[in-house]
């Protein structure tokens, strides 16, 4: 989309939730920077009026103005800049409140996307709308699910040409995974292409579509990697992000867990089958959503381990040759590195040294060699198959990461926990949990050195060495997305409200602000008539929250999470607040 382009490339702008198609997360602005950042203040708040988790973050398109939004039910106001957060327009869209229920892990929602003076909201309730950015007045809505099949939407869109390209969730309602593109201007869909189920319906064609470099060769494998009709239920949501490469005309994004988590319903003769395309990374062709190649992370997925997290757009050294590459700080626990050209894997080593689940990756076949003691499929149905590393939360989920083009490293928030994993036969009713395991979580062994207990730090990781640069342990996961700046600086939040800033080179922290409530939101920075603002909204929820914020005790409720993060309730609770930050004197 060119208007969304031309803002990306202007640094005052904050005009996408990655900050730019390639999901960069990073900003050319240094007005805040490493020498003065201890000065930075919050200059105003606001409080959306809404408690559970609130993920995403503002945009600013340079008309004075931030948007935001929260979660359900996905409320939207347009604040202005200049006037301290006063609010020229708001829009609540009128949902079912029945969709509450259907979400996995809280009521979140990852923010709006823009373009050609168009705002658009992806409804909890599967209504993908268009708002008019001036005034707020609804423009088109469409139909993109069912709630009462299991499906909700929590994923940001992202604007590509004409189209708004979408994902579904409800990968633990057994759901059909799919990516769909509507009109800008009428929304009215364009295409369709489904997680598993046939080639016709996945868009792709095992002639041309590759994997690792080699076409499939064989079709419908969507179908044929399932027992008997399991696809239908087979999961795959994308409920992450998408990014895109507008040289190669690409998009880029994954697909989540294969339907029910007990394995043993997704064997074929007893035997592990790859569930195809779960846990797979997409390139498509936003015009037609044509596949052009695919890499599947994990094959028969044993652990929820969900491929849906960002696809970094990297241009990298790699043995001496300059690549397109395609980076993932991947919820396996390894950091993968991709050329985003051909689909070949370069390079896959652990960021989260405990992972124990796979010791290394076969990088031919694009395999895990998969751990015989922690497969929970070997160890068998209604067996608990205790200290997995990581947990079904991964050793990242989906809050973004930032990449710095002039250090040339990634930088994440991470999760530090690991599981223990027992799964049971379940029954598939449509529009009910289908999930087929009980699980429990704990914070990862430590080495001498690491903080007593941590369950999350935030990391440095060079994603062509596949090395960890510099790492800085957290009490809990750290939930929010990253941002990287010219300033020389790094800044991430924490569950427990912090919002801190480090140096980008050392990771040595210079500064923090203690916000009201958790932060899982992604810190967004943007300038203003000469000053540089940074936003970010906390709110403590999501699946690491899910207990605050849906009232859950039992330590297995929250599909585990109430167990690892009952001591969160000691240092924050629930509110949705947008803080503005700047430097006093700019
Ligand atoms: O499979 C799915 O459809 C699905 C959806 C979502 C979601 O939409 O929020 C999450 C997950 N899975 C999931 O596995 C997960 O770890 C997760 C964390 C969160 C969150 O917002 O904190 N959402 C989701």
Redesign the pocket.
Known sequence: NQNQLDLQQNPDFWATQLGNYQGNRYSQLDQINRDNVQDLRAQWQFSTGVLR?H?GGPLYVGDGRLYIHTPFPNKVFALDLEDEGRIVWSYEPDQDSRVIPV????T?NRGLAYADGKLFLNQGDNTVIALDAESGELLWEAENGDHTEGE?M??SPLVVHDKVIVGN????FGVRGHLTAYNVETGEMEWRGYSQGSDDEVLLDPETTTMLGEPIGEADLGISTWPEGEWERG?G?P?GWVTYDPELDLIYYGT??PGTWNPEQRTIDGEPADNKWAITVFARDPNTGETKWVYQKVPFDEW?Y?GVNENQLIDVEFEGEQRKGLAIIDRTGFGFLMDRESGELLVAEKFAPETNWADSYDLETGRPNVSEEFSTFRQGVDVNTTNICPT???AK??QPSAYSPETGLLYAGINRICMNYEPFETEYVAGQPYVGATLTMMPAPTQEGDMEGRMGSFIAWDPVAGETVWEIDERFAV?SGALATAGDLAFYGTLEGYMKAVDIESGEELWRFKTPSGI?GNINTFQHEGKQYIGVLSGVG???GIGLAAGLEDPEEGLGAVSAFSALKDYTELGGILTVFALPDA
């Open positions: 988790g993920e979400y996995c892990c809280d979140v909700t929590t994923m969730s409800g990968g633990e999961g949501a409920w989540g867990n929820d969900d079904a939360m991964g989920n989906m939930w899982i999501g699946w690491a």
